[in-house]
């Protein structure tokens, strides 16, 4: 019963009559889990865990796979903002009330969307600049290589995300920097992402290779440790002669322009400053 219950676990509380015998789980192992609660049926053919998410559930009632954000958000990639709906993949064209279904194959055994299909949903029903964050995660969690990522999207109508996805970098420390990042080279500036700068530590951004951008999270100075930390290496980066900004999140979420803007007014004073 123990193994059958870390099975599930591993697929997020949910599987298959098909996907248990496959793995080695005889009929007589089930029918005892359902007589004792541990799994229940939840449609035919398919079991679950009393605590298993329910946008899994209703997948395997709906046969439909989780996709785009909603399995981003079960995988624990970063997102810019929760789902307002389940999104799902399915075979063929359906209506499922209160959720956005994607139209494509999908594989019976999996109630969640391989990565690069995920990713693929997410850049065609998401605004770019989530699809971008999620894409991201999924690298620098390693749940997708980039190269293969890069492949998924090869056709000629791909171009702009390819464009995207060549911006990502596995060093990203969170989705602040690549909202940071999107905007600034939208912008036109030359942004390098963290970045190893002697003496001083690794730093969030820097534009044009002197203007040094750190982003103060929603966790900032959340122990007095950190706050050492962070007032040595603000000190050293002054002392050498870096000039640095402190970024809110919220200036660099909810208002992009005024970020830009303030980036491109220290860089445009600074510059003036040194030719003089």
């Known amino acids: 019963m123990q193994q059958l219950e ?8 949910v599987a298959s ?9 005889p009929r007589s192992t089930i029918d005892q889990a359902l007589r004792t609660g541990i799994v229940r049926r939840v449609a035919r053919g398919t079991f679950a865990l009393p605590q298993a998410d329910a946008r899994l559930v209703d997948a395997a009632r709906s046969q439909a796979s989780l996709t785009c954000i909603s ?3 079960v995988l624990g990639w970063w997102l810019l903002a929760p789902p307002g709906s389940v999104h799902v993949r399915c075979d063929a064209a359906r209506t499922i009330p209160g959720t956005v279904v994607h139209r494509g ?13 995920i990713l693929r949903d997410a850049f065609r029903c998401l605004p770019r600049l989530h699809a971008l964050v999620m894409a991201e995660s999924a690298v620098v969690t390693n749940a997708v ?14 171009w702009h995300v390819r464009a995207l996805l060549g911006t990502i970098r596995r060093t990203t420390a969170s989705p602040l920097e690549v909202c940071a990042r999107f905007h600034l080279l939208n912008a036109g500036l030359r942004v390098e992402t963290e970045v190893a700068l002697p ?50 999140a ?22 003036l400053r040194v030719r003089r």
Request: proline letters at 3%.
């Open 6 to 13: 870390a099975f599930l676990l591993s697929r997020y509380g």
């Open 199 to 248: 003496g001083i530590g690794r730093v969030d951004l820097l534009v044009d290779g002197w203007l040094i951008i750190e982003i103060d999270g929603f966790a900032f100075h959340s122990s007095r440790a950190h706050y050492r930390v962070d007032r040595r290496r603000w000190n050293a980066s002054a002392a050498a002669g870096w000039i640095t900004l402190r970024i809110t």
């Open 71 to 73: 399995a981003a958000e």
């Open 17 to 25: 009559y098909g996907t248990l015998t496959a793995n080695g789980f």
């Open 145 to 158: 290589g980039l190269q293969a990522l890069q492949k998924e999207f090869s056709g000629q109508q791909d």
């Open 105 to 117: 194959q999908r594989s019976a055994h999996r109630l969640i969307a391989p990565p690069r299909q």
């Open 250 to 271: 919220e200036l660099v979420l909810h208002r992009p322009e005024e970020f830009v803007k303030l980036v491109k007014m220290a860089r445009d004073t600074w510059s």
